[in-house]
């Protein structure tokens, strides 16, 4: 545990050293160590890429002592803080899910408000942030300076679901700060005006998903840092990239 609260004190000052901090989204041991000799000093884990690397699929449809497998074995590959991306929560009590990712090694988790265990419903503002609030006490609880990285999907649910996405969005990315998130992840930001918004709507790292290669719709790193954007994450995106890549090379000895 001595650990854990160490890492844990580590990722929770780079969230608090107003850089811009790239955290890549690994799904295995092999990726783990990439992106550490690449330099990075925090990982995050996506469950969609762990998911297709077992032969699942995302949406809280893996076993979940099985991801914590996974996770487990990520955390004691790399000497760097890692986070884990565990989706709603899968069902669980927010203490039992942050005593099980302590137990796995990771310092962090991202909590999203899509229940996708329940045909995809979406919990309402104060339901998410009194998960959120839960969580924290049960990490400070057990003395660990976890990072909460609490998740919203409104911008991506759009106008079928919420009038107002943006503006719901940022009710929410609100909330979930005040319940003790350490950084919020408004999902489907595009625009250099939506992340303005939602960074003004908190002060805590505002999270977005970039490309590894072809960055972010608004804008390169700097016009990011420059917007107030604070961490950025891979979601899926590197593991897809990898695979495509990989293809259109290996195609050439199949023809």
């Not at 969609?48 to 590959?77: C, Q």
């Not at 969005?169 to 909330?175: C, I, K």
């Not at 950084?183 to 930001?189: D, L, N, Q, S, T």
């Amino acid at each position: 545990m001595s650990n854990v609260k160490t890492l844990a004190a580590t990722l929770t000052e780079q969230h608090e050293s107003g850089e811009l901090l790239i955290l890549p989204t690994v799904w295995d041991t092999w990726s783990a160590h990439v992106a550490v000799e690449a330099g990075f000093k925090a990982l995050t884990i996506g469950s969609h890429p762990v998911a297709d690397a077992i032969g699942s699929t995302d949406g809280e449809n893996m076993d979940f002592a099985e991801y914590l497998r996974a996770v487990k074995r990520i955390t004691e590959a790399v000497d760097v803080p890692v986070s884990a991306d565990v989706e709603s929560g899968y069902g669980l009590d927010p203490a039992e899910l942050i005593q099980r990712l302590l137990d796995a090694g990771a310092v962090g988790a991202n909590i999203e408000d899509v229940v996708h265990s329940e045909n995809k419903r979406v919990r309402d503002r104060a339901e998410h942030s009194d998960y959120i609030a839960a969580a924290r006490q049960a990490a400070d609880e057990a003395g660990v300076s976890f990072v909460l990285n609490g998740r919203t999907d409104a911008i991506k649910l759009g106008t079928e679901v919420f009038p107002d996405p943006l503006t719901e969005a940022a009710e929410r990315v609100s909330l979930m700060e005040e319940a003790g998130a350490r950084a919020v992840y408004p999902v489907g930001v595009s625009s250099s005006a939506e992340l303005t918004r939602l960074v003004e709507a908190v002060s805590v790292p505002v999270n977005l998903t970039a490309h590894p290669v072809d960055g972010h719709a608004a804008g390169d790193t700097a016009t990011l840092k420059d917007l107030g954007a604070r961490r950025i994450t891979f979601g899926p995106l590197w593991q897809k990239w990898l695979g495509e890549v990989s293809a259109q090379q290996l195609s050439t000895w199949s023809s």
